[in-house]
């Protein structure tokens, strides 16, 4: 089974050697790695060189963005980049970061979950952060069901049927409830445990804060699925000012009539969708 991978690099010098050589231990091995430099003023950019110069699969693509690490829309357009430069002869295609660590057998595992379900839509393990005493713990704040933005793997049927990923925040979210209109599945794996070598957001910038809200106006969510959606974020980070500014980003986006990710009839079925797990959980 033949894949891609495209890596989203920003000033990455302390990890991304060990998220390339991870790469390079797989045991099914990827048929080209695409390592997009964006913007780095480090030394990411000699590593790459390094990396690139030994294996001829890989292959590095500077870009020149903001220097500001914005969630969503910098590391989409820094993947689409990369993307562009590919073919379609692929089974599956890889959006990784540039500071992860993936047990060996990966992305045979993956291949393995992909072969055995032909409804496999996006696939991904479980991210595992050290804590102050050096223990790697699991940190997966949202629903089990959910594939983690940093290591999302996306069969080439789905991709095409999602039209790739949208140039917003929460990309990673739409990408999985668009998968689901289109008849796909979300498949995770527990058995897959990866190291995530930065903690989550611990790099996204202030001006970020309202995004989030953003991002659900944008996926038609509605003001009540919102509201509990925002809700549930600050309950699970425990940090009130997440609800505040979650809602405040959602009725900044109404108030300026910003562009929906999603066409009217896949908001129905989004909307749909998340009533039917709220009252799951409840019931």
Same mark, same amino acid.
């Given at each position: 089974?033949?894949?891609?991978?495209?890596?989203?690099?920003?000033?990455?010098?302390?990890?991304?050697?060990?998220?390339?050589? !991870?790469?390079?231990?797989?045991?099914?091995?990827?048929?080209?790695?695409?390592?997009?430099?964006?913007?780095?003023?480090?030394?990411?950019?000699?590593?790459?060189?390094?990396? $690139?110069?030994?294996?001829?699969?890989?292959?590095? $693509?500077? %870009?020149?963005?903001?220097?500001?690490?914005? &969630?969503?829309?910098?590391?989409?357009?820094?993947?689409?980049?990369?993307? !562009?430069?590919?073919?379609?002869?692929?089974?599956?295609?890889?959006?990784?970061? !540039?500071?992860?660590?993936?047990?060996? +057998?990966?992305?045979? =595992?993956?291949?393995?979950?992909?072969?055995?379900? &032909?409804?496999?839509? *996006?696939?991904?393990?479980?991210?595992?952060?050290?804590?102050?005493?050096?223990?790697?713990?699991?940190?997966? &704040?949202?629903?089990?069901?959910? $594939?983690?933005? @940093?290591?999302?793997?996306?069969? =080439?049927?789905?991709?095409? @049927?999602?039209?790739?990923?949208? +140039?917003?925040?929460?990309?990673?979210? $739409?990408?999985?409830?668009?998968?689901?209109? +289109?008849?796909?599945?979300?498949?995770?794996?527990?058995?897959?445990? *990866?190291?995530?070598?930065?903690?989550?957001?611990?790099?996204?910038?202030?001006?970020?804060?309202?995004?989030?809200?953003?991002?659900?106006?944008?996926?038609?969510?509605?003001?009540?699925?919102?509201?509990?959606?925002?809700?549930? *974020? @600050?309950? =699970?980070?425990?940090?009130?000012?997440?609800?505040?500014?979650?809602?405040?980003?959602?009725?900044? !986006?109404?108030?300026?009539?910003?562009?929906?990710?999603?066409?009217?009839?896949?908001?129905?079925?989004?909307?749909?969708? %998340?009533?039917?797990? *709220?009252? =799951?959980?409840?019931?």
């Amino acid at each position: 089974m033949n894949y891609y991978i495209v890596i989203c690099a920003h000033n990455e010098e302390s990890y991304i050697a060990d998220t390339l050589n !991870a790469v390079l231990s797989q045991t099914l091995q990827p048929k080209r790695v695409l390592v997009v430099n964006d913007n780095s003023t480090d030394k990411t950019e000699i590593i790459i060189d390094e990396f $690139v110069s030994l294996n001829n699969y890989i292959i590095k $693509v500077n %870009r020149s963005s903001s220097t500001l690490h914005m &969630p969503g829309a910098k590391v989409v357009e820094a993947f689409n980049e990369g993307f !562009a430069l590919l073919d379609d002869q692929y089974d599956f295609i890889v959006k990784l970061d !540039a500071d992860i660590i993936l047990p060996e +057998n990966y992305f045979e =595992k993956i291949s393995e979950l992909i072969i055995s379900d &032909p409804k496999a839509g *996006i696939l991904g393990g479980f991210a595992y952060e050290q804590d102050t005493k050096g223990i790697w713990k699991l940190n997966h &704040p949202m629903n089990k069901d959910h $594939v983690r933005g @940093a290591f999302k793997s996306y069969t =080439k049927e789905c991709f095409n @049927a999602i039209g790739g990923l949208k +140039n917003s925040i929460g990309w990673d979210t $739409v990408d999985e409830l668009l998968a689901q209109y +289109n008849d796909f599945k979300v498949i995770t794996d527990d058995s897959l445990k *990866i190291k995530h070598l930065r903690p989550l957001g611990a790099s996204y910038n202030k001006q970020a804060r309202y995004l989030q809200g953003e991002a659900m106006y944008r996926m038609r969510y509605g003001y009540w699925i919102s509201l509990i959606a925002s809700l549930k *974020i @600050a309950l =699970k980070r425990k940090k009130t000012i997440l609800f505040i500014d979650t809602i405040k980003g959602y009725n900044k !986006a109404k108030k300026k009539n910003l562009p929906f990710l999603v066409s009217q009839k896949e908001g129905e079925f989004i909307r749909k969708l %998340r009533w039917q797990n *709220i009252f =799951k959980k409840l019931f």
